[in-house]
């Protein structure tokens, strides 16, 4: 039996409640960090442009490199997802070998908000070190995510996945529009001289709001906590996992195809912002208004595709979503060179963002085996899908420095789509669409 943190069982409510707060604590990350005010803030500091705001310089020094900004940019992330990649998979078998799941999502947390926090001294003179808090929000951000889905098959039988990871990303995009929605005030209404608190009060938000989660999450009885080399049981607790994946092909195949789709996916949502300050010369008042419609559309997208779900089942439904993922790709390539194209393009991307996420973690969860390696199976889960950023990253900036310009790494995305599709539809028929209830 699982214990928790203060001695008591509170109730199964109480803690899935608790569970999806933490998506309201650290949404504030993706959407005011990677998303809105960092990017807008990063290429105000790094771009040099005429009275007429025509683009004289972009390049910036980095270690005594020359490297367009935006690029530099998403290598810094790409970076900072192959270090999860190489650590994420190693703690969280310690997490389940040693029942420190709840300890690694409080250390990740906590560095994230370290990161965000340190953002305030933000300098472009410096950017090897400015570039540093970046990298370790983002580690903070992303590796506290992975210990907190593997919680998900924990609290909550199969048939409430779709619901309860639904109501966590609504919660995500309402807590994150909340504090978006302040710190604009903050900076509109006295001035941008207060753009460098909004990173402050993310780091503020994310910790003083993931508490109720690390107070009722469960932990493993100190029992059960095996003594012993910790480093050599984790490493253990992985060769098992994946020892067993191999015999799995609908989880082998499911797996295939969001990594594919996670190269596309992620790589949209956090360069969309830079697409659209450097491809549509959009003002840092229309990207936010870009990115609230984002946002909004967001919520009704991951109800619909949650309710879709139900209806024609998970693999379906994300079938439907690649597809509709690949349009908006062709269609941000030809006709994204206005700002009602972005505009468009932005509102088709965040209804889909909210429903695909959401989706692709409960779906996971719906194909996992009953075990107690639930953090162990997410680390594949997660190594999947920072390794599928890492490329997509790479590519995107690779790609943009080749050509000169970032529609054509957009268009790279549309075979990436087509791909994850396929893969897709590999799946054993007896698990395409089976997970309705099941």
Known sequence: MASQNEGTSPSKKKVQNAWALYDWANSVYSLVITTTIFPIFYNALTTERDADGELINDVVSFWGVDIVNTQLYSYVLATSFLLIILLSPLLSGMADYAGKKLTFMKVFCYAGAAGCASMFWFNPEHLEWSMGSLFLANIGFWGSLGFYNAYLPEIAPKEEHDRLGARGYVMGYIG?????????????????????????????????????????????????????????????????????????????????????????VQTIMLMATSFGIKEVQLTSSELIVATLLVQFVAIPGAFLVAWLSGQIGNVKTLGCCILAWCAVCVYAYFFATTKGG??????????????????NRTTYSKLLPTTQDNASYFSFYEVLEKGGLVIGMFGWGYIEGATG?????????????????????????????HLVTD
């Open 176 to 264: 994150s529009v909340l504090l978006l929605l302040i710190c604009l005030g903050l900076i509109l209404g006295i001035g941008n001289h207060l753009t460098k608190w909004a990173f402050v009060l993310v780091a503020v938000w994310w910790v003083s709001w993931a508490q109720p989660a690390f107070r009722r999450l469960p932990t493993r009885s100190q029992e059960h906590r095996p003594s012993g080399n910790l480093l050599a049981q984790g490493f253990k607790e992985l060769r098992m996992v994946a020892g067993e994946l191999k015999g799995q092909r609908h989880l082998t195949r499911y797996l295939t195809s969001f990594f594919i789709m996670s190269m596309a």
């Open 342 to 359: 972005f505009y468009i393009a932005a509102g088709v991307i965040g209804f889909m963002m909210g429903g695909t996420q959401s989706l």
């Open 405 to 433: 310009s970032m529609r054509n790494s957009i268009l790279a995305l549309v075979g990436l789509f087509l791909l994850a599709f396929i893969a897709l539809s590999r799946m054993p028929r007896s698990h395409r669409g």
